[in-house]
């Protein structure tokens, strides 16, 4: 998720108040604080598939997150800004060039869309109320799951992740529009009836994704723009965390991450059009960016890779609308890049 211009939030405020956050990198940096090695470096052009949204009057403004596959292969996208009455979460068959309205109601800001691996609902964080809800995959019967204090603080839910049983790790973007490090990382176990804070102090947490093997968590941290590493110990907690990469995006700051079935990290760029591409061992492989031509596009804030396949769909916003784009992912998708 990212972070809105003020009028955007001052418009939003009388719905639910939103901060949103982006992503920027020009020279990354490993944990050691040398430079990533660049030699490597390609530009991958995206190529547009379609315009799914406008600029809404109500709010101001579009914005496009959460793209996540479900079984049947279509895509599903939530609109962050999306008023009420408008498609909030939508559905898109990329073969055809074909959306439609999937959910809507007259509360939610959602920053992002997941499928769960335990139930097989889609999952959305609700930024605005600080809440978790659930769909039927196919839009029906809406659930919170989630509500209320963590730990004495309600949260600020950006971006989830499942693990293999389930549960959701969930980034708290908390002090995002003070730029006080109160963010945080939440576990919440997969009935909903226990929450716990894994991580705390943190600058804005933005993305969140296992790694390949679900040995540790990747997570974005947008008022340093950096992304930090935090190791598991196997029984719900953290066994370690460290600062992996560090994003160098000047106006641009780290938004949601992807992992493909390499362990690539895809970094998307709030502020920028574009995402980069790092491997575990934080050397930036690629920048994948739309063409100059697109005008009026200004954020890229998401990326699913179809599962099995190395086709990857990226969610672009700007005054010129709400756009997917397509390109040839460096390795095949899994769980970790499909959504959140």
Not at 55 to 77: C, I, K, Q, R, Y
Not at 165 to 194: F, M, P
Request: glycine residues 12%.
């Amino acid at each position: 998720m990212r972070r809105l211009p003020v009028r955007s939030l001052a418009v939003l405020a009388a719905v639910g108040t939103l901060t949103l956050t982006g992503c920027g990198t020009e020279t990354a940096r490993t944990s050691g604080g040398a430079p990533a090695a660049a030699a490597s470096d390609r530009t991958i052009r995206a190529h547009q598939v379609m315009r799914l949204t406008k600029v809404h009057e109500e709010t101001g403004m579009t914005l496009l997150e959460g793209p996540a596959f479900d079984e049947s292969g279509d895509l599903l996208v939530v609109d962050v800004t999306a008023p009420a009455g408008k498609p909030k979460v939508i559905r898109v068959d990329v073969r055809k060039r074909t959306a439609q309205a999937v959910h809507t109601d007259g509360r939610g800001a959602y920053t992002s869309a997941q499928f769960s691996p335990h139930d097989g609902r889609l999952y959305l964080t609700d930024y605005a109320h600080g809440e978790v809800v659930s769909l039927a995959p196919d839009g029906s019967d809406p659930r919170t799951f989630f509500s209320g204090d963590v730990d004495g603080a309600r949260m600020n839910p950006d971006d989830i992740a499942f693990d293999e049983e389930g549960n959701l790790y969930v980034s708290d973007s908390r002090g995002l529009s003070t730029g006080d490090a109160h963010g945080r990382v939440v576990r919440i176990e997969r009935d909903g009836e226990k929450a716990t804070v894994l991580a705390e102090g943190l600058a804005a947490t933005n993305g969140i994704s296992f790694d390949a093997d679900y040995a540790g968590l990747w997570i974005s941290e947008l008022t340093q723009n950096r992304i930090s590493y935090l190791r598991l110990d196997g029984k719900g907690g953290v066994a370690s965390r460290h600062t992996a990469v560090r994003v160098d995006g000047g106006i641009a700051q780290t938004d949601s991450i992807a992992v493909d079935a390499d362990g690539n990290l895809y970094q998307a760029l709030h502020g920028r059009a574009a995402m980069v591409v790092y491997d575990k061992h934080g050397e930036r492989l690629a920048t994948v960016e739309v063409p100059a031509r697109a005008k009026g596009l200004e954020s890229a804030t998401n990326v699913a890779i179809t599962p099995g396949g190395t086709k990857a769909y990226m969610t672009v916003s700007g005054p010129a609308g709400g756009y997917l784009y397509t390109f040839d992912a460096l390795a095949k998708g899994v769980r970790q890049s499909n959504g959140g």
